[in-house]
């Protein structure tokens, strides 16, 4: 009987396992044909400034939207993309794609643009020569891109890999181009990596934006507030994610962090709406 049960759930995983890999086979398939037949998208969500209401910047988030069909988010398909080398193609794109806009919109109004980079796109040795490149191709001052990493990007590498990534991060900072840690917050060693890794922004996770306002998180008041602080000492640049109400900016900006980002400001938009929002900066009016 037990033996049975569990012959029967071995059958089960095993079947699940191979649903999986068929999925994937299914979307590293759709991710080539995504890039030759251009079904890729930026769409752009602004970053804010809390005192003032203005757009000091915006975050490009990959969309892949299949012909006929919704836009998907990254996190269905970016997995795919890494495990399949996929990712530094589709980085490139985005790259050349976000600097193209970044043109425009640091041309007219002075702000910077922030592209997601993976752990796998770093670790391609011609990386930081591709970024330099982009930048000089469009023209562009290296201070108006920001490069966004992860702690978690480090966590499957080896030390080998981790110094070059290192060393790659710090070589393009010295050019001019800004580092964001993302996601801050969220892992294991959060601390360890901000000594470790050369970063200019601090970007603090949603999951200590949310609970904000609740009245029974001082907990998460007092670390997120020790966090702004640490950054603001460190010199580094703090940008808080996830921000959806009035009183979450609120508390905010009371704690002294000076950028933020979030559905109250705007959800991330296609490229033609940046260009409208810049002209209008219609929440400069609401503050
Ligand atoms: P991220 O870089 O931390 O981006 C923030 C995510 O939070 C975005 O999800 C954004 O749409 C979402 N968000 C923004 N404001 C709010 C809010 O107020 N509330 C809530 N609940 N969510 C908010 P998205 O666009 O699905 O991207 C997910 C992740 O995919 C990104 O997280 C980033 O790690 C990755 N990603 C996006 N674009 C790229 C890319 O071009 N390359 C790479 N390698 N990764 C990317
Ligand atoms: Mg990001
Ligand atoms: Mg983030
Ligand atoms: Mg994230």
New binding site residues.
């Given amino acids: 009987e037990a033996k049975n049960a569990g012959k029967n759930q071995i059958a089960l995983f095993d079947a699940e396992l191979r649903a999986a890999r068929v999925l994937r086979t299914r979307i590293a398939t759709g991710l080539r044909r995504a890039l030759v037949g251009e079904e890729f998208a ?2 752009y ?1 602004p970053v804010v400034d809390l005192a003032t209401g203005d757009i000091s910047g915006v ?5 892949w939207i299949p012909e006929g069909g919704e836009p998907v ?3 269905a398909f ?1 997995p795919v ?2 495990e399949t080398g996929l ?1 530094v193609d ?2 490139l794109w ?1 790259l050349e794609q ?1 600097c193209a806009d970044a043109r425009r919109w640091h041309g007219s109004h002075g702000i910077t643009v ?5 752990g ?2 770093l670790r391609d040795e011609t990386f930081g020569d591709a970024v330099l490149a982009v930048l000089e191709r469009h023209e562009l001052p290296r201070h108006v891109l920001t490069l ?1 990493i ?1 702690e978690s990007m480090l966590l499957a590498t080896t030390p080998v890999e981790t110094a070059r990534i290192v060393e790659t991060l710090t070589r393009l900072r010295e050019h001019g181009v800004r580092i964001a840690l ?2 801050f917050g969220t892992g294991y060693s959060s601390l360890s990596y901000l000594r470790t890794l050369p970063v200019d922004i601090l ?1 603090i ?2 999951s200590f ?2 609970p904000l306002t609740d009245a029974d998180h001082q907990r998460t008041r007092a670390f997120t507030k020790t966090i702004v602080e640490l950054s603001a000492s460190l010199g580094l640049k703090t940008v808080v ?4 109400t009035r009183e979450q900016a609120d508390v905010l900006r009371q704690m002294g962090s000076p950028l933020g ?4 400001f705007s ?2 938009v296609v490229a033609g709406r940046i260009d409208e929002m810049l002209r209008a900066t219609p929440w400069k009016r609401a503050a």
């Fill in positions: 930026l769409y969500q975050e490009a988030l990959l969309r988010r990254p996190d970016i993309a890494e990712i589709i980085g985005a976000a922030a592209v997601n980079v993976s796998r796109q966004e992860t993302d996601d970007k996770d949603r934006t949310t994610e996830g921000v959806e980002q979030g559905y109250l959800p991330p």
